[in-house]
């Protein structure tokens, strides 16, 4: 794996941000995306880690990272999800993770897949 997209939902976002740091060494090997607050927060964090920012989800990050997909140009998504609040950008949601099985790229929901992702 050589590109990465990184997107968490609010509640998630902590969840993420702990296992990134458990990972920063990997991760650092890669080429990151994130939808933009989920990058920012990851750049403010862990100022060393080069990830490129995209719109946040809401506003077409998403998409962005579905595009990324379907162009053969990201090789893996973690994306943690949070099944306890509904999303007013569901449908964006469920669009990228169609893409992400549609394209068979590994797609990690929570830290236990995404555990087996990056350890692979």
């Known amino acids: ?3 990465l ?14 296992w990134v740091g458990e990972h920063v060494q990997a991760l650092s090997q890669l080429t990151l995306y994130a939808t933009g607050t989920t990058g920012r927060r990851l750049m403010e964090a862990y100022p060393g880690l080069q990830v490129t920012a ?3 989800g809401p506003l077409g990050g998403d998409q962005q990272l579905g595009a990324m997909i379907a162009e053969g ?3 893996g998504l973690i994306f943690f999800t949070d099944p306890m609040s509904p999303q007013p ?3 964006d949601v469920k669009a990228l993770t169609r893409l992400a099985v549609l394209y068979d790229i590994p797609l990690a929901l929570n830290r236990a897949s995404a555990e087996a992702i990056i350890l692979r």
């Open 5 to 18: 997209g990184l997107v968490a939902h609010d509640a998630c976002k902590p969840i993420l941000l702990e």
């Open 1 to 3: 794996m050589k590109t």
């Open 54 to 56: 995209l719109k946040s």
């Open 89 to 91: 950008h569901d449908v």
């Open 73 to 75: 140009r990201l090789d």
